[in-house]
């Protein structure tokens, strides 16, 4: 495997591979920093690091998957060149899917190279039981609220752009309503489970979004309604913000472990 981004995310990522948790090889990783290339290699026992790379196309070398873990901007660079190059892809940053050229694009190409693109539920729970309600016919409903503290939320271009001020904000207020297309591209740091739920359920289109900054929230809080003929849904899942990133849950990167850590396992349960 490869992996494509060594920020938070993928560093929690590569010190799964380090210390045995997921039972493969770590071959290439790739970062325009250098230092976090290195840091990344420091997390390995001499002998055991993956080659650092500077240029991103030399991960798809000999190897079956490329994990992407860099944010929305790098997946129109990585995903298709990756899928091209007989990889399948390990998709961290989901809310890029929200441009439909793009979206539409991966999955020709994937079809075409008979490759997978694996897309992990991240900070949310009730994945598996939207897509079998999807799967009936019968769903006609799904949103997600996310609630998270103003520091969480600060610098998207959703924020900036409207002049939104979340520092002037005493109690819970919601600063943004619409489709899962326009919330993951109006928060591409921040909300990339709406896409997953939408993908899981009835598209982005239909998946409403709702996005609440709370200065007196220290978690970030993801919750899940649908509704149908199979009647309802609903979850609620309360993340710890990463210690290094308070614009990411630390389930975020557990849940990419584990999917990377199943795919190779006996016995899989759920999604």
Do not use: W
């Not at 071959?27 to 026992?45: G, H, L, M």
């Not at 075409?112 to 769903?139: C, F, M, N, W, Y």
């Not at 389930?251 to 016995?267: D, N």
């Amino acid at each position: 495997m490869s992996l494509f981004g060594c920020g938070t995310i993928g560093t929690e990522v590569a010190r799964a591979f380090a210390d045995g948790t997921i039972n493969a090889d770590l071959v290439r990783i790739y970062d325009r920093n250098a230092e976090k290339r290195q840091s990344v290699v420091d997390e390995f026992r001499a002998g055991d690091a993956p080659e650092p790379v500077d240029d991103f196309t030399d991960l798809f070398d000999g190897v079956d998957l490329v994990v992407e873990a860099a944010g929305q901007s790098a997946v129109d660079e990585v995903t298709v060149p990756s899928l091209e190059s007989g990889c399948d892809v390990l998709l961290l940053s989901a809310g890029a899917l929200a441009a439909s050229e793009l979206r539409q694009q991966v999955v020709r190409t994937a079809e075409r190279e008979g490759q997978v693109v694996h897309v992990p539920s991240g900070a949310i729970a009730g994945l598996d039981a939207v897509k079998a309600a999807a799967l009936t016919g019968d769903l006609e409903t799904v949103s997600l609220t996310t609630t998270k503290n103003p520091a969480g939320l600060e610098g998207a271009p959703y924020l900036v752009e409207n002049d939104i001020d979340l520092s002037a904000l005493d109690s819970a207020t919601t600063v943004f309503e619409g489709s899962a297309t326009e919330a993951a591209l109006a928060f591409p740091s921040n909300i990339n489970v709406a896409m997953a739920l939408s993908l899981a359920g009835i598209g982005p289109g239909g998946t409403t979004v709702r996005i609440v900054a709370d200065p007196d929230e220290s978690n970030n809080v993801h919750h899940i309604e649908a509704t149908g003929g199979m009647g309802s849904i609903e979850t609620t899942v309360r993340n710890v913000p990463s210690p290094t990133n308070p614009k990411t849950s630390y389930l975020a990167a557990v849940s990419a472990i584990e999917k990377l850590r199943t795919m190779g396992a006996t016995v899989r349960v759920g999604t």
